[in-house]
């Protein structure tokens, strides 16, 4: 059966892992042709060091790099946040894949789009 495999990967998990962990937990998988839901999306220093550490590990032939679309992230401050002016940015839902299988079609603040292609 020719198909793509979609890991879909919980919060939980995700706040187990260190950044690092995390980008190459999501570097692996997408090398292997699977696509990656995560349900909490990275933080943007996190997604900055994915797509640095993407660009270095581009072949030509093998790894033609990734796509990736987030949510737009909230800033959710709670009342103690808010009396000691600590702003908390909230990530959301977020989908990795190959960049020569997945693609965007449309993308707002509530709807993601993609187009997923067995190759």
């Keep these: 059966m ?4 979609m890991d879909l990967i919980s919060e939980d998990k995700l706040s187990r892992l260190t950044p690092m ?15 990656l839901v995560l349900e909490r999306g990275l933080t943007p220093s996190e997604e900055a060091k994915l797509i640095e550490m993407t660009m270095t590990e581009i072949a030509p032939d093998e790894f033609a790099g990734i796509e990736i679309e987030s949510y737009p992230s ?10 000691f002016r600590k702003p908390v940015l909230r990530t959301r839902l977020t989908v990795i894949g190959p960049a020569n299988q ?5 993308k707002d603040r509530d709807l993601i789009s993609a187009l997923v292609s067995s190759q």
């Design 2 to 5: 020719i198909g793509v495999q």
């Design 21 to 35: 962990e995390k980008i190459r937990l999501i570097l692996d998988g997408v090398k292997e042709g699977k696509i």
């Design 74 to 83: 909230k800033k959710n401050q709670k009342l103690l946040d808010k009396l």
């Design 102 to 106: 997945l693609k965007t079609l449309k």
